[in-house]
């Protein structure tokens, strides 16, 4: 009898454990059902948010290329490379491109004044720097004891000038009254040029139209920059 009391002990606590393990498991699978459960409203949320975010920023690409279509991308393409130191190197080149120049018959000494006031601020600070003072001294000494022709005279003449000009002088630069005079001065070359070259198509002939374009460029320099 006891054994068989034994025996009904171990079965019974056995089948308990077996109970109890199967409702651990029990809870342990709906637990992971209510968190996977709770992932996968999560990722669908996610989800929906992401997919309007994409249709938000496709329209607003579409908005935005529709704008493009209408007002065009012309204006913004060609006032990007005209900005103040690009116009002061064309008017420089141009300037030095009239000193060479054979197809003209301007006064080339204003071209100087107008070399000095339409210059690059670091263009002016390399020539009024140590390299530059250099180079007006060792093209002193060539002009002393050799012959230089005349028109390497003039760029000579325009270092010497504003390495010895004064402050008030250079402080015209970019200033309104300094525009106006470097305008002044142009629009008196441009007279110059197309009054001796005798007719409006003999300023575009083969021989004089390097010397056209750099006057054009000139004179168009000033005028876009008092409109800055």
């Given amino acids: 009898m006891k054994s068989k009391r034994a025996i009904d002990i171990v079965v019974g606590e056995s089948s308990g454990d077996h109970d109890d393990d199967l409702s651990n498991k029990h809870s342990n ?23 309007a975010g994409a249709e938000i920023s496709i329209g ?3 908005a935005m290329n529709k704008n493009q279509r209408r007002r065009g991308w012309g204006p913004v393409c060609l006032a990007a490379p005209f900005t103040a130191q690009n116009l002061q190197w064309i008017s420089t080149i141009s ?3 009239l000193m060479f120049a054979k197809g003209t018959a301007i006064p080339k000494s204003f071209l100087v004044p ?3 006031l339409q210059a690059p601020a670091s ?6 720097g140590e390299y530059g003072v250099w180079t007006a001294f060792l093209a002193l000494l060539v002009r002393l004891f050799f012959y ?30 300094g525009l106006i005079v470097s305008l002044v001065i142009a629009g008196y070359l441009a007279f110059q040029h197309f009054s001796r070259a005798g007719s409006l198509q003999k300023a575009f002939d083969l021989g004089s139209i390097i010397a056209t374009l750099a006057i054009v460029c000139v004179v168009a320099v000033p005028c876009l920059l008092l409109k800055e």
Avoid: C
């Fill in 29 to 51: 699978f709906s637990g992971e059902a209510t968190v996977s459960g709770e992932k996968a409203v999560a990722e669908h949320e996610e989800g929906e948010d992401i997919a």
């Fill in 60 to 62: 607003s690409r579409g």
């Fill in 95 to 97: 300037s030095a491109v």
């Fill in 114 to 116: 107008l070399f000095a």
């Fill in 123 to 128: 263009l002016i600070s390399w020539i009024k």
């Fill in 148 to 177: 230089i022709p005349g028109e390497l005279e003039l760029p000579f003449i325009a270092l010497l000038m504003i390495i010895v000009a004064p402050y008030q002088v250079m402080n015209l630069r970019r200033t309104q009254e």
